[in-house]
């Protein structure tokens, strides 16, 4: 039988490039709040016997918890065989580490409900930093789709003698398989947080790129403090308008006019947290990550 795919409110594409890529069926399935605010879930097309996929993002991811668990739940009340989620972003992944004395490793916590929930997961670019593999906090099976391709092909596309710039550490990952991908040069920044928007970033020389149009890439775009003071410093240093690409678009508050105010020349994200700077579509590729480790799945049974 083929898989089913329950599509959550706000990720009509996703389910949908699931059934296209995956050859699955689209399940019906009912999602709302009472009238008090607690959530009520419905799965309309049974799915006893079937293999199951929950298609839902987990940007905003408090809102989402209740619905995902409600229904991965009923779905195994209901005889559903296997339970996967594909989430295109992966939530709580930055918080990886106890940085004051009794707060939550948000990462590990949620990592472990999530394995409680579902038996598979599947993701766009986790924020990979002091965890270097999903399976060091995640038991259950995992696969991650790779946006750095579809990245590497826009830049090609859209800008001329492109120089690929990581604003920290933790962006070389990408920065660099993009920069490879375009067959260009990249530039990884040193970065130190000290709150939620208070960022300080530095440049080194930029003499050798000299001309070159500094391509901002990093995985998470929330504040936007991080690439507007990266864009600024560019700007001081001579270089062309900076263009930002984000794979995740969390955009809280006003990051966006903060980074226009930065002077970037554009901003542009992976489709994977709708938003409307989403230029580059990504869904093929999570599509291509489910199948892959499902058919590894039923090939080992
Ligand atoms: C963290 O290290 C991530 O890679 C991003 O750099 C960070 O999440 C961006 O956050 P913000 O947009 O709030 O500066």
């Given at each position: 039988m083929k898989p089913l795919v329950y599509t959550w409110p706000g990720y009509a594409a996703v389910g949908a490039a699931l059934v296209a890529g995956l050859n699955a069926e689209a399940g019906e399935i009912a999602v709302r709040h009472f009238p008090d605010g607690e959530t009520y879930v419905r799965l309309l097309t049974p799915p006893a016997g079937r293999s199951v996929i929950l298609a839902c993002?987990?940007?905003?991811p408090d809102e989402k918890l209740s619905s995902l668990q409600f229904a991965a739940v009923t779905a195994r009340e209901l005889g559903a065989i296997r339970i996967g989620l594909v989430a295109p972003y992966l939530a709580y992944?930055?918080?990886?580490?106890?940085?004051?004395?009794?707060?939550?490793v948000a990462a590990r916590a949620f990592a472990g409900w999530l394995s409680w929930i579902v038996d598979w997961l599947v993701t766009v670019d986790p924020h990979l930093h002091r965890y270097a593999k999903l399976g060091e906090i995640y038991p259950i099976a995992t696969a991650i789709a790779s946006s750095t391709t579809a990245i590497s092909r826009w830049i090609t596309a859209n800008v001329t003698d492109p120089l690929v710039i990581g604003p920290d550490a933790e962006s070389r990952q990408w920065a660099a398989a993009v920069a490879n991908g375009a067959n260009c040069p990249c530039l990884v920044l040193e970065k130190v947080r000290r709150g939620d928007r208070d960022v300080e970033i530095t440049i080194p020389n930029l003499a050798g790129a000299a001309g070159r149009t500094p391509v901002l890439v990093d995985d998470i775009i929330s504040t936007a403090r991080t690439m507007a003071a990266a864009v600024k410093h560019l700007r001081a240093a001579g270089t062309p308008a900076p263009v930002c690409i984000g794979v995740h678009a969390l955009f809280g508050g006003d990051a966006l006019p903060c980074l226009v105010q930065a002077g970037v020349r554009e901003v542009i994200t992976c489709n994977t947290v709708a938003h409307a700077t989403n230029a580059i579509d990504v869904l093929p590729q999570l599509a291509d990550s489910a199948r892959d480790l499902l058919n590894a799945w039923v090939e080992r049974a």
């Open positions: 993002g987990l940007d905003r992944m930055r918080q990886d580490a106890r940085f004051h004395e009794g707060e939550a």
